[in-house]
């Protein structure tokens, strides 16, 4: 089994070309379902795993509740195995017809939490405190980066993987090269286009237009890691809450935006989202806002 493991992660990281990191869990998911089956079942070759029933696999779903694995994590190591026994029966004429009527389960959809937007202006004073004894470079390029975040919606992949020329040559929008390959274009609102401005004209390197814009203080391109931490500082700092994140700052741009007036395609098209009921959840968001606001009508039930 374990050559037949190795030819499906070669697969996929040569002909899918998919990420290393992707590959190792697609085997870790691969090798916890074969690990389970050898134990519960004494199912251990490729025959085995073949005439597995649907009562095995869901067995194994079973085992993995019991572990107090995640649902999400649950629902990816599925999909792993659904990929492994396509690949099985792509290159190996092995088939199985259970897998296909395993339900993956259902996994709650978490809403987010907006930042005040006084909380993001005090960021600003913040960092300035945070960062007393840096050069003041660091502290334009952590705030341009945050107006970046907070004024235009991107993904922290999407900000850090912006080159010089992205901004010189469109300096009032972006076109940004989302999730799966997408372009969209963003606006640049004026406070972020000064704070972006005022960052570039200080910096003291990395200014030929194929650079990317963020850097390290020792000229490397900035992380998300680094992103992070500029992020976690700020909210310590100002003992903010927990989903004070980088995230959190491009959920509080859509938050703000439909709250606003803005429509659901306008904010689908500038986040990026393949799918309309991704951008639906900041509905839900809103209308608990808006109830919580009703209650100050003179008729309601809590005067």
Known sequence: MNDIITEFTDYLLKTKQYSPHTVVSYKQDIEDFLQFMNIWDNASTLEDIKSVELI????????RNKRNLSLKSTARALSSLRSFYRYLNKHKNITNDYISLVSSPKIPKKLSKAIEVTDINNM???????????????????????????GCGLRISEALSLKNKDIMNSPNSL??????????????????NIAISKYIAIRPFFNDEDD??????RGLPMSPRMAEKVIEQL???LQLPDYVTPHALRHTFATCLLSGGADLRSLQELLGHSSLSTTQLY?????????????CHPKSDNK
Request: net charge positive; aromatic share 12%; proline share 1%.
């Open 56 to 63: 095995g696999f869901r067995a194994w779903l079973a085992d």
């Open 124 to 150: 600003h004073i913040a960092i300035k405190d945070i960062t007393a004894n840096k050069e003041q470079w660091i502290i334009a390029r952590d705030w341009a980066l945050i107006m970046l975040l907070f």
């Open 283 to 295: 509905t839900k968001i809103n209308m608990k806002e808006i109830m919580q606001n009703y209650t």
């Open 235 to 237: 909210r310590h700092y």
């Open 212 to 217: 990317y814009l963020f850097r390290s203080k």
């Open 175 to 192: 076109i940004i090269l989302g999730k799966g390959g997408k372009e969209r274009i963003v606006p640049i609102l004026n406070t972020v």
